[in-house]
């Protein structure tokens, strides 16, 4: 049950989790086995493996789907590292969602 919780998956990565909670509420389990199996986990395994870097990864995701502008939290929060970027636009390429072009991706890494 989702009542009352908040999933930090929808800022990255909405379209299969919702097709995966879709295929679970139509006791489709087949398929949302297949969708978690597709990358879903993976990147949530990722995203969720350092509990202190999480909304860091969150917000990692959302900038890479064009979501917002830029990936930097605000101080005191830590600042986003090379490698994180690049394994989540890794996961999300393998999930088969859109990222931004990579030119944007690099300007963020020379900033870092």
Request: aromatic share 14%; hydrophobic share 40%; glycine share 8%.
């Amino acid at each position: 049950m989702f009542d009352g919780t908040v999933n930090g998956g929808f800022c990255y990565a909405m379209e299969p989790m919702i097709y995966y909670i879709l295929a679970w509420k139509r006791s489709d389990f087949a398929e949302a086995r297949r969708i978690w199996n597709s990358g879903l986990s993976q990147l949530n395994d990722f995203v969720y493996g350092d509990y202190a870097r999480l909304h860091v990864r969150y917000k990692i995701g959302a900038w890479l789907r064009g979501f917002i502008p830029e990936p930097f939290m605000r101080p005191p929060q830590p600042t986003c590292k090379a490698e994180e970027i690049g394994d989540m636009e890794r996961l999300l390429k393998n999930l088969g969602l859109n990222v931004i072009p990579d030119i944007g991706v690099k300007k963020v890494i020379e900033k870092l």
